[in-house]
């Protein structure tokens, strides 16, 4: 015959477990390394990059015509890690986020940004490397 007690450690035990497998899914989610690359893409010119979230300063950094900078991270446990870029180039400038949740639903988790004339595109690579392109948000005229 079942004891109260019995009942009540079986029913922890379960929840233990269940919570357990809450965890080991989430980290699945948000603690999955995420890697973002800058490439400039402007033919013979340096432009100018500073990228950071709310916990990290990344610098500043000058990237030749074809050259990159990458980073990895993995997203905080509240799932709200968020990474921003200024670029400042002689055709246009503006903030950028680099990385959102919102955006690692069409990156796979790698977010390749080609810095253009026209202004910043990231290549989604779960929609058939489609490029989804945002204009500068300051022109040059207001440089």
């Known amino acids: 015959m079942k004891t109260l007690k019995q009942d009540m450690f079986v029913t922890s035990a379960v929840r233990i477990l269940l919570l357990m497998m ?4 989430s980290e699945a989610l948000f603690f ?3 890697n ?8 013979g010119e ?10 990290d300063n990344l610098g500043s950094h000058d990237l030749a015509y074809g050259a990159s900078y990458s980073w990895h991270f993995r997203v905080n446990i509240w799932g709200t890690t968020k990474f921003w870029c200024d670029f400042t180039t002689k055709h246009g400038s503006g903030n950028y986020g680099v990385y959102t949740r919102n955006l690692d ?3 796979n988790g790698l977010f390749q940004w080609l810095v253009k004339e026209n202004g910043v595109c ?3 690579d779960a929609l ?3 490029l989804y392109c945002q204009h500068w948000k300051k022109p040059p005229s207001l440089l």
Do not use: F, G, H, W
Not at 36 to 43: C, D, F, G, S, W
Not at 46 to 55: A, D, K
């Open 46 to 55: 340096t432009i100018n990059i500073q990228c950071y979230s709310s916990e």
């Open 22 to 25: 809450l965890v080991a899914s």
């Open 36 to 43: 973002v690359t800058i490439r400039n893409e402007i033919p």
């Open 32 to 34: 999955d390394k995420k």
């Open 122 to 124: 990231l290549i989604m």
């Open 105 to 107: 639903e069409v990156s």
């Open 128 to 130: 058939d490397n489609k």
